[in-house]
C-alpha cells in the first residue's frame, strides 16, 4: 500500500509539470503516513484525475446526510406526539365514559316524551354548530366534518342556514365559501379538559341566536381508528313549547308553570347533548392523532432505513471509485 502510495504521488507531481503548475513550496511535501483521501482530494483539486466528479459526490453524501438528520428528528418528534395523545385520550376517554349513563338516561326520557318530535328537521331558520378541534396533525377528523357541512349546505337551498363554530379547523375549512354564514366562532374549547361549565358557556352563545332548529356535526368514537361524523338534530324552544301540555300530568311542588319547566328542561337538556357531543369529539381527535402520529413514525422509520441504504450504497461507489483512480495512476506509471 506504501508502494503504491509513492507512485500515485509521484503521478501527481509529474502531472503538475505536464499542466504547467507551479510546484509547491518544499514545506508542504507530504509526508508517508498522508492518508489516500488527502492525495486523492489534492489531486481533485488540481483536476489532475478526469473522469469523475468528487464535488458531486461529496455533496451528494452530504446531502443524504443532511436528510437523514431531519428524518430522525421527525421521527423522534411524531413518537413523543403519539405518546402524549395516547396519554390524553385515556383521560378524556375515562370522562367520556363516565359521564354516558347521564346523558342516556336523559335521552330516553326526553325521547318517551318527546318522541314524536326529537330528531326531526323543521323549515325555517336553522343553525348548524360545526365541532372541531383547534389544531391539526389529526387525520380527516376535522375534514370530514367540513365535507358534511358542506354537503348539506349545497344541497338545501330552501332554509336559512347560520353556522356557529367550536374551534379553528372548522373556520379554516368552511370561511371560503360560508364566510357571510358565521354567526359566532369559539376557539380554544379543547384546550383544557372539556368540562360541563365550559359547555354550558357555549350553550349560552347558541341560545342568542334565533333558530327553528339546531344541527350539531361532530365525530363519533367508536374505536381507536374509526371515528364517525355524526348529525345531531335537536329542535328548537319554540315547537317544543307547543307541545307543553305533555307536562301537566305531572305534580310541580314549586308554583312554575309547565312551560317554564319545559324551558328550563330543554336548555337542561341542550347543554347535555352539547357536552356529549363535544366529548366525543374530542376523544376522536386524540384518537386520530395517535393513529395519524404513529403511521407519521412508522413511515420516517422506513424512510430513514431507505436513506441509509442509499447513503451506504453512494458511499461504496466512492470508494470503489477513488480505488479505481489510484490503481489506475499506478499502473500508469
Not at 428528528?73 to 413523543?80: G, N, V, W, Y
Request: overall charge positive.
Amino acid at each position: 500500500m506504501a508502494a503504491m502510495q509513492r507512485s500515485f504521488m509521484n503521478f501527481v507531481s509529474k502531472s503538475r509539470n505536464i499542466v504547467g503548475v507551479n510546484p509547491r513550496p518544499p514545506s508542504w511535501n507530504m509526508n508517508r503516513n498522508r492518508t489516500v483521501d488527502q492525495a486523492l482530494l489534492l489531486a481533485t483539486e488540481n483536476n489532475v484525475c478526469s473522469g469523475v466528479d468528487f464535488q458531486v459526490r461529496f455533496a451528494s453524501l452530504k446531502a443524504v446526510r443532511s436528510r437523514m438528520r431531519s428524518v430522525a428528528s421527525i421521527s423522534k418528534i411524531t413518537k413523543a406526539m403519539k405518546m402524549v395523545a395516547a396519554a390524553k385520550l385515556r383521560g378524556v376517554q375515562a370522562r367520556q365514559e363516565s359521564s354516558k349513563p347521564f346523558t342516556a338516561g336523559l335521552k330516553s326520557f326526553l325521547k318517551s316524551t318527546f318522541g314524536e318530535i326529537e330528531g326531526k328537521e323543521t323549515s325555517g331558520n336553522h343553525l348548524v354548530v360545526a365541532v372541531t378541534s383547534d389544531r391539526g396533525l389529526c387525520g380527516g377528523v376535522n375534514s370530514n366534518v367540513v365535507r358534511e357541512i358542506r354537503k348539506l349546505l349545497h344541497e338545501d337551498k330552501q332554509n336559512q342556514y347560520a353556522i356557529l363554530l367550536c374551534g379553528d379547523k372548522g373556520r379554516d375549512g368552511l370561511q371560503r365559501l360560508y364566510r357571510n354564514l358565521f354567526v359566532v366562532t369559539i376557539k380554544d374549547v379543547f384546550r383544557a379538559p372539556v368540562n360541563f361549565t365550559q359547555t354550558c358557556v357555549v350553550a349560552e352563545e347558541i341560545f342568542k341566536q334565533k333558530f327553528d332548529s339546531v344541527t350539531i356535526f361532530y365525530n363519533h368514537f367508536k374505536n381507536a381508528i374509526s371515528q364517525i361524523v355524526t348529525r345531531k338534530v335537536i329542535p328548537g324552544l319554540d315547537i317544543i313549547l307547543k307541545h307543553a301540555e305533555t307536562f301537566d300530568s305531572y305534580e310541580f311542588e314549586s308554583d312554575m308553570d309547565s312551560a317554564q319547566t319545559l324551558t328550563d328542561l330543554y336548555e337542561f337538556q341542550f347543554a347535555v347533548q352539547l357536552f356529549d357531543a363535544l366529548l366525543e369529539n374530542a376523544t376522536s381527535e386524540q384518537a386520530a392523532r395517535m393513529s395519524a402520529m404513529d403511521n407519521a413514525t412508522r413511515n420516517a422509520s422506513e424512510m430513514y432505513q431507505k436513506l441509509t441504504l442509499t447513503y451506504n450504497r453512494q458511499r461504496q461507489s466512492v470508494i470503489t471509485g477513488e480505488l479505481i483512480e489510484i490503481i489506475s495512476g499506478a499502473e500508469a506509471l
